[in-house]
Nanobody, 123 residues
């Protein structure tokens, strides 16, 4: 059974930082791509970052480059998203997703999803 569990969200003031975690199970972690997506109220779900676990290749949505960093700890089957310089516009539910081939920002290609973790940024 494929399972993805996100954690690390919370309420943070603008300018602060958070590190989100995604713990994966039920599939061969090293052979998959893991992505982070977010959905704000009234907005479409959008991809923010992705990592190919096997070789460490990463990609980012242009608007988050320089503030968001994705990484993996293969021994723990965990992917992280470090978010710095948080802005109120970053407020959203953040989801972890996995696919066996695709690593990008299009949510339509991801096959497995976690339940999400809420990030709220206050001014």
């Amino acid at each position: 059974e494929v399972q993805l569990v996100e954690s690390g969200g919370g309420l943070v003031q603008a300018g602060g930082s958070l590190r989100l975690s995604c713990v994966a199970s039920g599939f061969t972690f090293d052979d998959y791509a893991i992505g982070w997506f977010r959905q704000a109220p009234g907005k479409e779900r959008e991809g923010v970052s992705c990592i190919s676990v096997s070789d460490g290749t990463t990609s980012y949505l242009d608007s988050v480059k320089g503030r968001f960093t994705i990484s993996s700890d293969n021994a723990k089957n965990t992917v992280y998203l470090q978010i710095n310089s948080l802005e109120p516009e970053d407020t959203a539910v953040y989801y972890c997703a996995a696919d066996s081939a695709y690593c990008g920002v299009n949510p339509d290609y991801m096959t497995s999803w976690g339940q999400g973790t809420q990030v709220t940024v206050s001014s």
